[in-house]
């Protein structure tokens, strides 16, 4: 028995200052009208579904389409920090502790081949995203350094991914706040425009052959005679092999698939150009992140203004609320910006398994899934496009490697209750361990 689909074509694109910058209409056919038939369906015009459609069209395979619900890049994969890094939302000790180091290094390597295609794409493909080559910076929140140091040697030891030492006066000159005492530096990361980056990445497959219908919703997925049926509100799709990729945005066509996620939002702002004054707060152009479980996320953009985020929660907020929060934790780094102004707002909804991986494989006769990549999910989503591609067009074992990570329950809607209290408890923590030592 299908479920029907909760997603609409009527909810509208947020007013972010990726939408804002862009100078181009929709991309593709339209949506969808009528009946077609397709070697492919992708639902999901994010990071995951693009990178696999893009990795379907790459290996020669044909009839490729692709079904939006609304724009590409609408959800997460439009709307995010930009940082370009290694690694899962669940952390690397936690991975060896589970798979043993040599396949939690596959894994992770993954992710950081992940970053070497990105970079190479956006070179071939000749995409126009504001690529940063300026690394990541992890800055440390608290004055004990040993979070730093067992990181540094974990990284080193097990997974052969050498970030740099920056003391903390190091730090102190390149990132001009009192706030941090030491950090690490990851050299190889970098930070892009992602909306920009999923636009080229969907222009480079349109070029290769695939079709893809914006604002087409795929409302049901039925099996019939061996063949996969998906209705959106005005055509149909009949397809050999299907693969869902709706992330925090919930396809709502399989009560697994949608059971095994909850959706979390994180909030982003970004202030006014700030010319010479970007100069005052940062003398690097590297994107930042701090030690904290709720950690703050920023990154100078091109036209000097600051891109900044950080909280997680259940709830998206309005843009007003969404700056209120964000600008007092802003003027807790960077008291020198009082009074900039913040042009843009937003919220997105990152999807999150309870193991925190993502969830990536054969659900079903000829379904696959590629969803639940948290908020660390611009590499991985690259490398589940690259695993999934190559399972369908080539019979390729890799996406097993993900078999510990399958469709868990996320207990929702008490898995919500569970996320917001055990983010609240870190949150407390952390606060308590900066007060400790404050006073000592
Ligand atoms: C604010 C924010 C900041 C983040 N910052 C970073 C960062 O700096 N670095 C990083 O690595 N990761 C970051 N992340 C996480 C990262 O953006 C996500 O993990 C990644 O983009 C997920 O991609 P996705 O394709 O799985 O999902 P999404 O990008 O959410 O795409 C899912 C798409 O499916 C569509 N859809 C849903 N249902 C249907 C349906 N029935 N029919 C058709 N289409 C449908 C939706 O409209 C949506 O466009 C951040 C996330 C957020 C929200």
């Known amino acids: 028995m299908p479920i029907r689909s909760q997603a609409t074509n009527a909810t509208p694109a947020p007013d972010t200052y990726y939408r804002a910058g862009l100078t181009t209409a929709g991309l593709g056919q339209g949506a969808l009208v009528g009946r077609t038939q397709a070697r492919v369906c992708v ?48 952390d690397e000790q936690a991975l060896l502790n589970q798979l043993g180091t040599a396949r939690a290094r596959t894994l992770y390597a993954g992710t950081t081949q992940a970053v070497e295609s990105i970079r190479q794409r956006i070179d071939r493909h000749a995409i126009d995203c504001d690529r940063t080559e300026a690394g990541v910076i992890w800055a440390n929140w608290f004055r004990d350094p040993e ?54 990445i969907a222009t480079a497959a349109c070029a290769l052959g695939l079709t893809i219908h914006e604002h087409s919703p795929a409302v049901s997925l039925q099996r019939d005679r061996g063949v996969w049926r998906i209705t959106t509100p005005t055509g149909e799709v009949e397809a050999e092999t299907v693969v869902l990729a709706c992330g925090g945005y919930l396809a709502g066509l399989r009560r697994p698939v949608d059971a ?58 309005s843009p007003e609320s969404v700056e209120r929060l964000l600008y007092r934790d802003m003027l807790k780094v960077f008291p020198q910006l ?14 999150y398994a309870r193991h925190q991986m ?80 404050r006073q000592g």
């Open 338 to 351: 009082r009074g900039v102004h913040i042009e843009h707002a937003w919220s997105g909804l990152m999807s």
């Open 147 to 200: 979070v730093l140091r067992s990181r540094k040697r974990l990284l080193s030891k097990h997974y052969g991914v050498d970030w740099q030492w920056l003391a903390q006066a190091q730090l102190r000159e390149q990132v001009r706040s009192e706030r941090y005492h030491d950090g690490l530096f990851e050299p190889k990361a970098f930070h892009f425009h992602p909306l920009k980056y999923a636009r080229g």
């Open 260 to 317: 095994a996620v909850l959706p979390i939002a994180t909030y982003v702002m970004v202030t006014e150009p700030l010319g010479a004054r970007i100069d005052e707060i940062m003398q690097t152009r590297a994107a930042v992140y701090d030690t904290r479980f709720a950690f703050d996320y920023y990154r100078p953009l091109p036209d000097t203004r600051l891109l900044w985020g950080g909280r997680i929660s259940v709830l998206q907020r």
């Open 358 to 437: 993502p969830q990536i494989g054969r659900i079903d006769d000829e379904l696959w899934l590629a969803q639940a990549f948290g908020g660390h999910g611009v590499a991985p989503t690259t490398y589940a496009g690259d695993l999934v591609a190559s399972a369908i067009a080539e019979g390729d074992e890799r996406w097993r490697e993900f078999a510990d990570y399958g469709l868990v329950s996320a207990l929702k809607p008490a898995g919500f209750v569970g996320a917001q209290l055990s983010y609240w408890w870190a949150g407390l923590k952390d606060a308590c361990k900066d007060l400790a030592e």
């Open 43 to 90: 639902i999901g015009g994010g990071f995951a579904g693009v990178n696999t459609a893009l990795g379907l069209v790459e290996r020669g395979v044909e009839d490729v389409v692709l079904l939006e619900a609304h724009e590409i890049g609408f959800g997460a994969s439009g709307r995010n920090g930009g940082f370009v890094f290694g690694g899962f939302s669940r």
